[in-house]
Nanobody, 124 residues
Framework: QLQLVESGGGLVQPGESLKLSCTSAGFSLDYTVIGWFRQAPGKEREGLSCIDRPGGTINYADSVKGRFTISRDVAKKTVYLQMNSLKPEDTGIYYC?????????????????WGQGTQVTVSS
């Protein structure tokens, strides 16, 4: 089974940046649907960004559009989430996940393999 490991979380002040990494243990991520999600305390898991399989089309949630960027390094088997201009409402646990589909599922339930998550806290 595909194993994913997230890293790069931490405590930052509003306006600062973080870059999260999602690394696959032994499996290539170059032709896989990959998504980033976050879950804030007391809230449902929210999809942030996803790369689909056919053409690598990327989509972003409105809440992060223009601030977050997803990218993929095939050689390193790693997918990144660059997060700029962070806000307190970006606080939460961030997860990456893969789906055995061609296009990005519309809900988190459509993703089959998940990492353990990394905590991001934005606070002054």
């Amino acid at each position: 089974q595909l194993q994913l490991v997230e890293s790069g979380g931490g405590l930052v002040q509003p306006g600062e940046s973080l870059k999260l990494s999602c690394t696959s243990a032994g499996f290539s991520l170059d032709y896989t649907v990959i998504g980033w999600f976050r879950q804030a305390p007391g809230k449902e898991r929210e999809g942030l960004s996803c790369i689909d399989r056919p053409g690598g089309t990327i989509n972003y949630a409105d809440s992060v559009k223009g601030r977050f960027t997803i990218s993929r390094d095939v050689a390193k088997k790693t997918v990144y989430l660059q997060m700029n201009s962070l806000k307190p409402e970006d606080t939460g646990i961030y997860y990456c996940a893969t789906a055995g589909t061609w296009w990005c599922p519309s809900t988190p339930a459509g993703f089959s393999s998940w990492g353990q998550g990394t905590q991001v806290t934005v606070s002054s």
